[in-house]
């Protein structure tokens, strides 16, 4: 999974190569690279680690191209290094390719190539592209690249340059992302909108299978038999500035603390398209499919499901759906949420789902992203761009949309999100006490969450939080289950994290929070305010505002996410960006 970029135009193309480049960095940041067509010439620069060293590298450079393309790399095949970064190009170094996915027959691709006796320098997939452009190049680039798409097989998009036609560029997406930004004379490609986003508002995320051509003067786009597509342009809302830090450490700060606005935006969002709902009475059961955060969300929306509309459901691993033998049928309404809306896994499940007869849903922050074009009806969670690599906002505002579509035929009960971001607010004030936690917690080595019913999937999102970001061991669990195997890790070095609010299960809670006690374990606690019984369990209390027990996982996630948070910047880990991940995963 990695980020491209592409510009043709009479601007300074190297710029806006890079400044789109750092855009996208969170989608793959271990080498990056771009090439511009020079005096006839093909030049390329790439470097291993994040895009900062490319632009170190390039520093100074001035040059006339017209037409560049760029990349941020997640490596998938061959290890990080400057040989395998992108761009790649041909033999004679008259073509040069930026690529995103997998080339999944490659190795016979390669095979070819070699017997043809061109060398192949680098040890990716991405190069047999640029190898096999060159090999059927006949004098027109869109034609050479569209039969090199019928040779491919995979999930990816690519962008090609070549130096026989040094104004254009030309691309194809196969279920990885590839939007098209249209400008006055100029024409700029990404991987998504914000990249998009500081030099235009006027975007054509491009369908499966279709070829675009881009020269200065436009835009054109072809279907995969090369039939001429009209898209219609959108106008993208988003403002530029809420993509930045807005003063905040980091982009995971920042986000967290813009949850009690996402809640309200994104219900503004939601009742706007009310209309354009399915009727859940109209299935006979719901499977969730997600992966990561977007999973957490759908577990506790399987619990409201059951609880307001008596709806059956299942909650899938994304990519445990699409290889299983579940029986799916047209009386099933798949819902799959999606930050992104390109995570791989979720799009091949639900899309698998489909084929075999069930109704789409999608939940999606990004739109216009594949799944959301995918699906029959889609919910979108007006989050904004999340630019951490950690979701927070985003997994509010899953839930926001959640709730929202659960207490459909409940007035009553769906206007209590309206209390959710004062709720939210309140905690966010318990920032500086939850930071001053950090120092201590921070040597640890493993940790435990645990919590049951509606805050079992927080005690799996908190431990998500705090792995993810400071690579400390952390697992979360339901509660019951800890005598069953998990509680021999107790020791009175392991913090347990125990999410014991005033509910059905409160009690049992309890008893799970002297179990911890007795073995000597360090229990920190997130429970209702004024709870004394759980404070005098705990060495370190977080006490959070009482609300309605369905609505509590939208504020007890929220000292979770903020300790992940302080305990991995106590560390000095790149917090935005943390090693091993990328923002969103468009590989199987
Ligand atoms: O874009 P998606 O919601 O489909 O992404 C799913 C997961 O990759 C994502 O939630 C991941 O687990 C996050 N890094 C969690 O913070």
Not at 133 to 144: P, R, V
Not at 146 to 174: D, N, Q, Y
Not at 535 to 558: G, H, M, N, R, V
Not at 563 to 587: C, E, S
Request: proline share 4%; glycine share 6%; hydrophobic share 40%.
């Amino acid at each position: 999974m990695c980020g491209i970029v592409g510009y043709v135009g009479s601007g300074d193309t190297l710029l806006v190569l890079l400044e789109a480049l750092e855009k996208l960095e969170y989608r793959g940041y271990d080498s990056s690279g771009v090439a511009l067509i020079e005096d006839g010439k093909l030049f390329i620069e790439k470097k291993p680690g994040k895009i900062r060293e490319l632009i170190k590298s390039l520093w100074g450079k001035k040059t006339s191209a017209k037409a560049g393309i760029g990349h941020t790399r997640w490596a998938t095949h061959g290890q990080v290094c400057e040989l395998n970064a992108h761009p790649h190009s041909d033999s004679k170094g008259e073509f040069a390719v930026v690529h995103n996915g997998i080339i999944e027959n490659y190795r016979h691709l390669k095979e070819q190539l070699l017997a043809k006796g061109i060398e192949y320098r680098s040890q990716t997939d991405s190069e047999a592209i640029a190898h096999l452009i060159a090999l059927n190049y006949k004098g027109d680039l869109l034609e050479a690249t569209h039969k090199v798409t019928k040779m491919l097989e995979g999930a990816f998009a690519f962008a090609v340059l070549s130096t026989h036609e040094p104004e254009r560029i030309v691309a194809f997406r196969r279920s990885s992302p590839l939007v098209v930004g249209l400008g006055e004379g100029e024409n700029f490609l990404a991987s998504d909108i914000p990249a998009l986003l500081p030099f235009t508002r006027r975007v054509v995320p491009l369908s499966e299978g279709e070829l675009v051509d881009l020269r200065p003067d436009g835009v054109s786009i072809y279907a995969e038999d090369l039939s001429p597509i009209t898209r219609e342009v959108m106008y993208v809302q988003w403002d530029v500035i809420s993509a930045e830090k807005g003063g905040f450490k980091h982009f995971m700060l920042k986000e967290i603390n813009e949850q009690p606005r996402v809640v309200s935006e994104t219900i503004r969002g939601l009742i706007s398209r009310e209309s354009e709902l399915p009727n859940l009475a109209d299935f006979r059961r719901v499977i969730f499919v997600a992966c990561g955060t977007s999973l957490h969300s759908a577990m506790i929306a399987k619990h409201w499901l059951s609880r307001f509309q008596k709806i059956p459901s299942e909650v899938y691993h994304a990519s445990e759906l699409r290889y299983s033998d579940e029986p799916i049928s047209s009386q099933d309404l798949v819902i799959a949420i999606s930050q992104s809306g390109e995570t791989a896994d979720t799009r091949f499940a639900a899309l698998s789902a489909k084929e075999r007869g069930a109704t789409l849903l999608s939940i999606v922050n990004v739109v216009g992203s594949a799944l959301d074009r995918e699906s029959d009806f889609s919910l979108y969670t007006h989050a904004g761009p999340e630019i951490g690599v950690a979701a927070t906002k985003t997994f509010i505002a899953q839930l926001s949309a959640l709730y929202y579509l659960s207490t459909y035929n409940d007035q009553k009960l769906r206007q209590k999100l309206s209390l959710i971001p004062a709720l939210i607010e309140e905690v966010l004030t318990l920032s500086e006490r939850i930071k001053a936690l950090s120092p201590e917690l921070s040597s640890t080595k493993s940790a435990l969450y645990i919590g049951r019913y509606l805050n079992y999937p927080i005690a799996l999102e908190g431990a998500l939080k705090l792995k993810e970001i400071s690579y400390i061991h952390a697992e979360g669990l339901p509660a019951g289950e800890m005598k069953h195997g998990p509680i021999a890790l107790i020791d009175e070095k392991t913090p347990v994290f125990a999410i014991a609010v005033q509910d059905r299960v409160y009690e049992k809670m309890l008893s799970n929070a002297e179990e911890v006690l007795a073995r000597r374990g360090k229990l920190i606690s997130v429970g209702f305010k004024g709870d004394e019984k759980l404070q005098s369990l705990s060495k370190y209390a977080i006490e959070i505002p009482k609300t309605d027990e369905y609505l509590t996982p939208f504020i007890t996630i929220i000292p979770l996410q903020l300790l992940a948070y302080f305990i991995a910047d106590h560390l000095g880990l790149d917090v935005d960006q943390p090693r091993n991940l990328a923002k969103t995963v468009t590989v199987e």
